[in-house]
């Protein structure tokens, strides 16, 4: 299994303006109880290892957070169901300013330093690991801007897009793209597919093993599956906790320890061909969150290597991170095997 190391220069505030993120926030909160009343959420247990012993709790928005005691993954519980959550993403005020407002604030930065090495991701590994492979699908991309860079790849012949939650724009401006708009295991019955991509999609479906069980029906034998998430073995979310913004419902409902998502993987009988964690910010998110909020003590290690490291020291810690899979950006290159 690869671990790749990826270096590059971008910081927060470019993918995330803070402005924007204040007002995603609040939206997030004033929608949480009119999309999820508390008497229609499910009680779960660990979506990664089925374990259901608590190591550490907590609430953020209304909703309540497990750590798993044996693989340390983090996940809601209770939760709402996939149709409350697909209405979800359809129609409150947080996910429309998402989509139509608040991505476009970054699209160029966005599309330079994420999507673009997707798709260089993509094509590199499709081509050494299934160079016959002539069909793409991508499921429930919150970023349109991804289907602009996807649309030009020339590599597959085949391209569709399953998503429930995009607009009518957007479908008009992908006309070579075949679209199902319905939700992601729906989508995918019946389809035979070569490749599929699935960003950031694990941590906010009700059900990750069906998803990814649904992935593993829908590929042809050596077929490859993309996947980004978010992961709470990473540094930044293992020293801000709770603190994090980057821990908010319903977007992260399940936040997987790397050893957790291995576990998973393996029970849907993907090969990983690749796990890293190729994340830039781990470092400059917790050094962000001390100065804002101060009151948030953080180990005094981190608190010295922040104020007595230059910036040299700095990069070579999340290198670091990155070299042994403590970022809490992960991405992953599954293969269902032949
Ligand atoms: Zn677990």
Redesign the pocket.
């Known amino acids: 299994m690869h671990n790749i190391v990826y270096m590059d220069e971008f910081h927060e505030g470019d993918l995330k303006p803070l402005e924007g993120l204040r007002k995603y926030f609040q939206l997030i909160k004033e929608g949480i109880p009119e999309f999820f009343p508390k008497s229609e959420l499910n009680e779960c247990s660990?979506p990664?290892?089925s374990?259901s012993k608590i190591a550490a709790e907590f609430t953020k928005y209304g909703m309540r957070y497990i750590e798993?005691e044996?693989?340390n993954?983090l996940w809601v519980s209770p939760r709402p169901s996939e149709i409350a959550l697909i209405r979800y993403f359809e129609e409150s005020k947080a996910e429309i300013f998402w989509r139509n407002e608040f991505i476009h604030m970054t699209d160029r930065k966005r599309k330079e330093k994420i999507l673009q090495p997707w798709i260089r991701w993509i094509t590199e590994s499709t081509q050494e690991y299934y160079a016959n492979a002539r069909s793409i699908a991508d499921i429930h991309t919150k970023q349109p801007v991804y289907l602009d860079e996807l649309q030009k790849i020339e590599r597959f012949q085949e391209k569709v897009l399953i998503s429930p939650f995009l607009s009518q724009t957007v479908l008009k401006e992908h006309p070579s793209m075949r679209v199902f708009q319905e939700p992601a295991i729906e989508g995918l019955e019946n389809q035979q597919l070569d490749v599929i991509t699935v960003f950031d999609g694990l941590g906010m479906t009700a059900d990750p093993f069906a998803l990814l069980s649904a992935i593993f029906s829908a590929l042809a034998p050596g077929g490859l599956c993309f996947l980004t998430t978010t992961l709470i073995s990473g540094f930044d979310l293992q020293t801000l906790w709770d603190a994090a913004e980057n821990i908010h419902p319903p977007t992260r409902l399940n936040i997987f320890s790397d050893t957790?998502l291995l576990t998973l993987v393996q029970k849907t009988g993907f090969e990983c061909i690749e796990f890293s964690t190729p994340g830039v910010l781990d470092l400059e998110i917790v050094a962000a969150e001390q100065q804002k909020n101060s009151s948030n003590s953080i180990p005094r290690f981190i608190a010295y290597l922040l104020k007595h490291r230059d910036e040299n020291t700095h990069k070579a810690f999340q290198e670091f991170l990155q070299a042994h899979r403590l970022s809490s950006y992960g991405r992953l290159l599954l293969r269902k095997p032949t």
Do not use: L, V
């Open positions: 660990c990664a290892c374990q798993c044996s693989c993954s957790g």
